[in-house]
């Protein structure tokens, strides 16, 4: 056995060696520099040994110096063969981690990849033999094409509703003389509707009158109220088709699948595509005021995370946009935007001027520089404290010291909560206690700034709260301003989970139908409306009956919903 220090004649460094007397971070026996260094297993002991690259390095320089030179060669090709052995193990490990998080849980194997990896394999009579009987799974062509078909006519077993539609009263009479017209028959109108339990058909008997005398003068009842010009679905549909699919994160195969497996009425997914961006169409009106209404606040929190979008252009087909989160006290607005520039968000807060909450996004800093009207950057202290148990994760126990620091912090905010403090009481707090912490934690980062290099988790965390310093601050003087960013944040979600489920956009235009139909749905549960169906088909009825544009206002989720418990 090698004396402990040297792995094949090779200097190695162990933690727990009494030859070295400095601690590393953990508190153990070591350098410090282990981390850094490569780990070699030992054959003769459990416990595992690094590697001292300088001392390494120093120790070939004076063998080679000595004339030993040929002597290191076999145990310095040794430790590369055990390296490389010890590398391609852990690309193994890490291609399976990669595997089970994002990859087919298929066991199948295909026999063009069986005949692929047989042909990089040495020639031998039982590799020609499977070679040979592999069968051929290409995909055969098929002589017609199979495609799902929407009927014309909803099944019987719907139940039908049946409302009677006659002309107005006046048109009743003949205008030349002056007798009543007769009933000559009806036309019916169908509208395919939806409430809670299942499908109904709503029938309208349009019916129809004429002058029997004058043989003219032909009037016929008003029909069915449409969302969608000449289309099935009625407002309740619509309704549970969008809530399914940005509030249940049901993709809209999957609903097809259902309505078709449940109901027995066959809808495809082009067709409820269709029907989800003409109902945004109708909804954007109220969007656009949201987005009006939420860009004027004084207070403004901002986050984004990315969406995959299909583009035809893009040499990948697929590109990445952004669908940004605007929230306020009243509102969470989405905006989607083609790429992560900032310049569409500048321009929407060109005149913006209260207290904007980011993570920091490069991309804003031109909103920051107008020389009138100019926002108050706000940080976010979770982002700060997000890379600071990256670090502690990491190995480095310095970094618990900054942590428990801002624990401290969110006590207090925790204990303003649970008082139920307003802005006023909050920012008393924050102004005797928190302000208090603040200081100590800026004397820690000062002195983490002067020991850890900026490469390192430690490094980079206290550098991003150096750099960030005085936008973290922003709490200390304005109780309305949060710690952090995380209720932005949290509006992100549904996105998340959505896009496990629809995995990408269509189109630029599809990513904006979602933006619409989602801010809708969590501005209906930030002011407490319990059923987004109940709201969605409401507003939807109200606006295909022709809703004047000067009480749009009244339509949205505050207001409809102050409204409905006003008459209740």
């Known amino acids: 056995m090698p004396p402990r220090g040297v792995y094949q004649g090779i200097p190695t460094h162990d933690r727990n060696s009494r030859f070295c007397e400095r601690k590393d971070l953990r508190g153990r026996a070591g350098c410090g520099i282990c981390t850094d260094m490569v780990s070699l297993p030992c054959a003769s002991s459990s416990r595992r040994e690094v590697m001292d690259m ?9 063998r080679v110096a000595q004339g030993q030179a040929d002597e290191l060669i076999e145990p310095l090709l040794d430790v590369i063969e055990q390296q490389s052995d010890r590398l391609q193990r852990s690309e193994q490990r890490v291609a399976k981690l990669l595997q089970a998080a994002y990859g087919s849980k298929r066991e199948r194997v295909s026999a063009g990849q069986l005949q692929l990896a047989l042909g990089v394999i040495p020639p031998s009579e039982i590799v020609a033999e499977l070679s040979a009987g592999l069968p051929d799974d290409r995909p055969k062509e098929s002589t017609h094409r199979k495609r799902i078909r929407t009927p014309r006519h909803i099944p019987q077993t719907i139940e039908r509703r049946t409302v009677l539609s006659e002309p107005p009263a006046h048109a009743l009479w003949c205008d030349d003389c002056a007798q009543p017209k007769k009933y000559m028959g009806s036309e019916l109108a169908e509208v395919l509707e939806y409430e809670p339990g299942g499908f109904y058909v709503e029938r309208t008997d349009r019916r129809k009158y004429a002058c029997p005398e004058c043989q003219s003068g032909v009037v016929i009842g008003r029909g069915p109220d449409r969302v969608l010009e000449q289309a099935m679905p009625g407002a309740g549909l619509l309704a549970e088709v969008i809530v399914r699919k940005y509030g249940e994160y049901s993709p809209l195969y999957r609903q097809s699948k259902t309505f078709a497996q449940r109901y027995g009425i066959v809808l495809s997914a082009s067709t409820l595509g269709d029907w989800v961006g003409g109902a945004a169409k109708v909804l954007e009106p109220l969007y656009k005021a949201l987005l009006g209404r939420v860009v004027v606040r004084s207070h403004l929190s901002l986050d ?24 306020s006290d009243e509102e969470v607005v989405y905006f989607y935007t083609p790429n992560w520039k900032g310049e569409p968000i500048v321009e929407l ?10 993570d920091g996004l490069a991309g804003l800093n031109s909103l920051y520089k107008k020389q009138e009207r100019t926002p108050k950057r706000a940080g976010c202290m979770a982002h700060a404290r997000r890379k600071f148990v990256q670090a502690l994760e990491a190995g480095d126990a310095r970094a618990a010291v900054v942590l428990a620091l801002m624990r401290k912090l969110y006590q207090l905010e925790a204990k303003a909560t649970e008082q139920n403090l307003d802005s006023f009481g909050r920012l008393h707090l924050r102004q005797s206690q928190s302000a208090q912490v603040m200081a100590q934690l800026e004397k820690e980062l000062s002195q983490l700034h002067a020991q850890a290099p900026p490469k390192t988790p430690l490094g980079q965390a206290v550098g991003y709260a150096m750099r960030q310093w005085k936008t973290l601050q922003t709490f200390l003087h304005d109780g309305a301003v949060q710690i952090d960013n995380n209720h932005c944040e949290r509006t992100l979600r549904p996105i998340g989970l959505g896009r496990k489920n ?4 269509g189109s630029d235009e599809g990513a904006s139908w979602l933006a619409i ?29 022709g809703w004047p544009h000067a009480r749009l206002s009244e339509l949205l989720p505050k207001e409809w919903l102050a409204a409905r418990n006003a008459t209740n």
């Open 54 to 62: 300088a001392a390494l390095r120093t120790y070939c320089r004076e």
């Open 304 to 327: 984004d995370t990315p969406v995959r979008v299909l583009d035809r252009a893009h040499e990948k087909g697929i590109k990445r946009g952004h669908l940004w989160s605007f929230c």
């Open 349 to 358: 807060l060109r005149d913006f001027f209260g207290v904007l909450q980011t």
């Open 502 to 505: 629809w995995l990408f956009g």
């Open 517 to 545: 139909h989602q801010t809708l749905l969590s501005t209906a549960q930030l002011v407490g409306i319990r059923d987004p169906w109940e709201y969605l088909r409401d507003v939807l009825l109200k606006l295909s009956r």
